[in-house]
């Protein structure tokens, strides 16, 4: 029979309580489960509406880009890649980007891990499963696509700075205008921007497997760049998960008429 493994491994000390601390531990995962369970159902009820997502010219992040014959006009920046055959709305095509990115970042796996799987919860804190496997397994061995999802995710910043871009058009088309959506948007696509460099499978890539930094001094100094933003990696984490979903937000209520959106110029 295999020796037990995690809290039950004989080489941990025997302490039958769950916790020695006496401090509120549980308040730190149980706020952020909340977070992001909020988050999880915000975004699956707005990605399966499928209306209010387009406010000319402003496209909302959640279905940006729109590419199939359900959206609507105006909407299409890049045109139309999918046809009637598509039976969800169209953000189910694209959300599944930022989404693998989110789910496999080494930040995000520390707070689901600690706040929804207990696993654990915090530091000096027995955790409730019984075996440790790690990441070797279904369906937490699909973690090792998140240096591929970096590389969608870096192609889809450069979608949403083209909707900013757009944004500075008037409901008219007309260039050289900006209203409170169009700075909403560009503060969106830079949190994005800045979330996707400074996660730690950039950094590496940038400067990871360099033995002498001597001899690459245009990737050292990249790599010094991207490591300042890297420790800042879990703010830009949370500050861009919120952004995105009031930019989502605020251009649901200006699509539904429920808000206007003020002009500066």
Known sequence: MAAPTGIKSPTR?????????????????TFTALVLLAFVVYATYRAFVGEYYFAEPYLTPFYSPCVTTECVDGSRHLGTWVGDWWPFSPAVLILVIPLSLRLTCYYYRKAYYRSIWMSPPACAVGEPHRRYTGETRFPLILQNIHRYALYLALAYNVLLTYDAVMAFKSPEGEWGHMGLGTLILVVNAVLLALYSLSCHSCRHIIGGRL????????????????????????QLAWAS?????????????????????????
Request: proline content about 5%.
């Open 13 to 29: 000390a025997r302490i039958a309580a769950r916790t020695l601390r006496t401090d509120r531990w549980w308040l730190y995962p």
């Open 211 to 234: 033995r002498n930094f001597s001899k690459h001094p245009v990737r050292y100094r990249l790599w010094g760049g991207v490591s300042v933003l890297n420790g800042r990696h879990a």
């Open 241 to 265: 998960l919120v952004w995105v979903a009031f930019t989502d937000f605020y251009i649901w209520m200006v699509a539904s008429g429920t808000w206007s959106d003020p002009r500066f110029f």
